[in-house]
């Protein structure tokens, strides 16, 4: 005996409680196997296929593609698999391209319309009136006929004024211009991402008391620096920016002023700061889902080099759909490039749960004090903003003007602090 068997929206991240329906791989009638993609979705954290746990034929699709499902709602009914009947005709399925079998039934909505549609008696034809395009319009604005019309043009053509003499002499009005239709408001549903990043959005700016702080910084030494990288054998195949040394800055900061890569959180005993002990990088990233953080783990432990390589993987696996929501989950701190959008500064909100975001502009040639000489030189604007419940002004600032004098002189820093290879 076959059995019907539900299966349940489940908790694919951490904590997660609802998801969208975004495309359905089954539909009824399917046979399928265990572990084959039935769904996909999105959750707040990431786009997921949910693979079968059951093998036999759809039987129910209980929510529609565009729906948000709380974890536990059934989504789809299968019949478990059981050997097929002696003697029942097998399903015999359409490829989309090759059209139907010549021998196929026809349908009965096939049938009904093609009993329904009115025979027509062969007509002879009748011989074409004569007449130019623009008479033929007019005849048409007029509701002439030109089937009725005398013709006394030559060769039996029908004239300007052999319409206008079958009409009473009047000439149609202008034509008025066509009036524009205003265009149509559009509605678009908040879901998936965007609905996530909105209400995280909204809970840490009336939740974290925000400041933000900004320092402009010459990056000429910097530029340097990426231009060698970008030079060396080893760093073949790897995109090597300003980001970079940007993000290594900022790992830099937050190993020197640990209170940065911290989270407020409220207890029963009452409020706790808890100061992390790895450096967990989110780098913000625009992609066709929306805004995603993805995260590098162990930040602290990467070389220039290994950096550049996660950052770059990590990007790369988001803008594809393909980041888990353990790529997504996890960070401490993080540096959103506000930058290639052709930005100078802005002031960032803190992702939920963390204390510090970084912002780097693009860089910019500018006016420059040197040795009291002004010169042209290229600048990016730094902008921090942080939980001032957990970072007072003195401590920002340290943490800034860290980020600042690594990217003044990177090279020197990383001599004077190498880290780990």
């Given amino acids: 005996m076959s059995e019907l068997l539900a299966f349940r929206l489940p908790d694919v991240g951490e904590g997660l409680t609802e998801a969208e329906i975004l495309r359905w791989h089954v539909q009824p009638g399917d046979v399928i196997e265990v572990n084959q993609p039935i769904v996909e979705i999105e959750t707040a954290k990431a786009s997921v296929e949910l693979p079968s746990p059951y093998a036999g034929t759809v039987e129910t699709l209980h929510v529609q593609e565009g729906t948000i499902v709380l974890v536990g709602s059934p989504i789809i009914s299968i019949r478990s698999a059981e050997e097929a009947s002696p003697g029942t005709p097998e399903r015999q399925s359409v490829l989309v391209g090759y059209g139907v079998r010549e021998d196929a039934p026809v349908s009965r909505r096939q049938r009904r319309v093609a009993e329904s549609a009115p025979t027509q008696a062969a007509t002879p034809a009748r011989e074409k009136v004569r007449a130019k395009p623009p008479v033929r319009k007019l005849a048409r604005d007029l509701g002439v006929d030109l089937d009725r019309v005398s013709p006394t043009g030559q060769q039996g053509e029908v004239t300007r004024a052999d319409v206008l003499s079958s009409s009473g002499g009047v000439a149609p009005p202008p034509a008025a211009a066509p009036r524009r239709q205003p265009a149509a408001d559009e509605r678009i549903p908040v879901r998936g991402v965007q609905r996530a990043m909105a209400e995280a959005m909204v809970q840490s700016a009336f939740t974290a008391p925000h400041v933000t702080e900004w320092v402009d910084v010459d990056m000429s030494r910097a530029m340097e620096v990426v231009a060698a990288l970008r030079g060396h054998p080893d760093a073949a195949g790897t995109r090597v920016s300003p980001m970079i040394l940007v993000a290594a800055a900022l790992v830099r900061a937050a190993a020197q002023q640990p209170i940065i890569n911290s989270t407020w959180e409220d207890s029963a005993d009452g409020p706790v700061i808890v100061t992390h002990g790895e450096v967990n990088l989110g780098i913000a990233a625009d992609t066709p889902r929306g805004l995603l953080v993805p995260t590098i783990k162990g930040a602290a432990a990467l070389g ?20 888990t929501p353990a790529d997504l989950t996890g960070g401490t701190i993080t540096l959103t490039n506000i930058g290639v959008f052709g930005i100078d500064g802005g002031t960032p909100i803190l992702p939920p749960g963390q204390t510090a975001i970084l912002a780097m502009g693009r860089v910019l040639d ?43 002189d990177p090279a020197l820093a990383l001599l004077l602090d190498p880290g780990r290879d």
């Fill in 366 to 408: 500018r006016p420059w004090v040197v040795d009291g000489s002004v010169v042209a030189r290229p600048v990016m604007q730094l902008s921090l903003s942080f939980d001032h419940r957990v970072v007072d002004g003195a401590t920002g600032s340290r943490a800034l003007r860290s980020v600042a004098d690594f990217l003044a």
């Fill in 304 to 323: 220039l080099l290994d950096l550049a390589r996660a950052v770059q993987q990590l990007i790369d696996t988001a803008r594809e759909g393909k980041s």
